[in-house]
């Protein structure tokens, strides 16, 4: 020691040791906590992908739904085209018919 003091040397040496002890562990506990943040920072990005993936499955979902639906809709579609046809379909024997009658005042 550099002076003479009244405390015991065995409780100067146990202090002493004591703070060797902190001042030598300190790069280990800093360590641990950079280790413990990055475990932290991995399990929240895996967090964040589960998520992700979940999103897009509902997305997925989602479209096909849609794809589904639109398909279903192709025979309601045609339908409703096939009708309008039928409904116009007698178009052309009315045309015939005013055709045959305007040829007969014609004629007449």
């Known amino acids: 020691m550099a002076f003479p003091t009244s405390v015991n040397n065995q409780i100067t040496d146990a ?41 897009q499955n509902t997305l997925a979902q989602a479209a096909s739904n849609q794809g589904v639906m639109q398909i279903y809709s192709v025979d309601t579609t045609a339908d409703a085209a096939a009708t309008e046809k039928v409904a116009q379909g007698g178009v052309a024997d009315n045309l015939t018919s005013l055709l045959t009658v305007l040829n007969a005042f014609k004629q007449g």
């Open 15 to 55: 202090v002493t040791q004591s703070n060797v002890k902190v001042v030598g562990e300190a790069p280990a506990m800093a360590m641990a906590s950079v280790y413990q943040t990055m475990a932290h920072s991995t399990g929240i990005l895996f967090e964040n992908a589960v998520s992700a993936q979940q999103q």
